[in-house]
């Protein structure tokens, strides 16, 4: 019953489409292939940057550990619009900030970089919390008996650390892809131009209408939702082996 309830929104992709005359809106193809890669841009900084802190998380405990946790979080519990204006505010060409970058030919509003920033800001929280929580599944006694057996920390992360760990790793990762992919409220804001999925879906459904929403949410699901889907069904069958 709370299945039914909760898929039945989505039925409206089948019901509610036109299959008949289904095309594309103007610029659709380009929304799309903005948010292919940028948010592949995105995520890759997410997990250069992320894994390193996500590790030490998992591995470090100081007085000051519970701030650097709060930090992480605040963008995740600010609401994306207020975040976006946030950014703006900060990185925009009036701001101090904005007005330094600006002088060395970095602009970080409706520019591609401004899109890549956004993303990072949404995903990368999911993506570190995630991460953390694989690292700290994985036994500390195989990490000690790592270094016993004389193998620096950079070696035991990528000999231990890192294998045992992939399973989350890569639900992390899965999770970063989908928050970048999908972010609305901070793109919005920040990044209107150049256009992806999110805010292209806005644009259509105000000035065409809800039939130019679906062809472009076919697309979303499409190439956001088999990648976390695998992940999950590959999980399943590692805890039924």
Known sequence: MIIAILIAPFSEMFLGLDWQHLQFAPNDL?????SLVYSGFALLLCIVFGTPLAWWMAHRRYRWSPIVEALILLPLLTPPLALGILLASFFGPYAPAGALLSRWGVELVNTAPAFIMAQVY???????????????GVPR?????????GKSSWQTFWIVTLPLARSGLTTATALGWVRAMGEFGVVLIVAYYPMGIPVKLYQNLEDIGLSAVYPLLWIFFLVAIPFPLWIGLRARKRSLA
């Open 30 to 34: 380009q929304a799309i292939r903005t």
């Open 122 to 136: 949404a995903a990368m929280p999911y993506y570190v919390l995630s991460a953390r929580a694989a690292f700290e």
């Open 141 to 149: 006694e195989l990490e000690e008996m790592s270094h016993t057996l």
